[in-house]
């Protein structure tokens, strides 16, 4: 991880501004951003020492590593990527075993009936989901287990790209998300190969993992155009499974009494009448003219991986 580590710095350092942190400007910079002396300056170590640690030719002390997160004012998540890079979480290399859902976080999937709910795994393999999450999203029981993958999907299944009217911003955050992931378990096969599929198909995807921007998930907004049920704005939460933390329960709300919520109430209310979910490719209409509007019917169990 130390090439990781030294372009995350370089990154990170180009992106200041010289008079915001406090230097002079003396007019004969050729790039944007600090320069690795001055770098060092403000974190109090040695240019050669901050030299050699950009480079992977040195491993920093905890200490150290405090004072170039505050001089390079990096956020949260960056300094927790930070940490990651440089081996300081205290943690083990992790095996690369297949994720099951537990059955009582499945029996929770299939409860939220009026909520779309799905559980994330590593990477954002979607683990499982339940019937309304399909309906907004997606038939994920359709999509080929080693590609069901949220952060693929977002990039590379039309129509569900399609649905973000914040594309971008969203799209995005799922890279800074899964640069975190890669922080903790660079040694994951299928992470590098998803990386590497993204970046040759897809330069929005590579452009913005070269930015080397990284966030944590945990809360948000989406805004959807869905095309059955119309434009939604939809609160979304993590609920991270204690007896697996790399497992995590993504929820989908809307504030009661407004259009978004009467959508997912629509939603709802077809969902639970027909075998599958509508997903972003099938609207009402379509489904209704294959179906001949079936009577209601007993929710989907919980999709499985």
Known sequence: MSSELGDFLKARRRRLDPAAAGLADDGRRRVAGLRREEVALLASISPGYYTRLEQGRRVAAVPVLEAIAR???????ERAYLFELSGKDGGKPRRHVAQRVRAPLRRLLDDLAGTPAMVLGRRTDVLAWNALAAALFTDFAAVPEKQRNFIRLVFRDPAVRAMYTDWDYTARSCVAQLRMEAARDPG??????????LSVLDPDFRRWWGDHRVAVRTAGAKSLRHPAVGDLTLDWSTLTDASDPDQQLITLTAEPGTRSHEGLRLLASWSAGTEGGAGAGAPFGRVSAARGAPPPAPPRRAGRA
Not at 71 to 77: F, I, P, T, V
Not at 188 to 197: C, H, N
């Open 71 to 77: 001089a390079l004012r990096l956020d949260d998540d």
């Open 188 to 197: 994951d096969p299928r992470l590098t190969a998803l990386v590497g599929e």
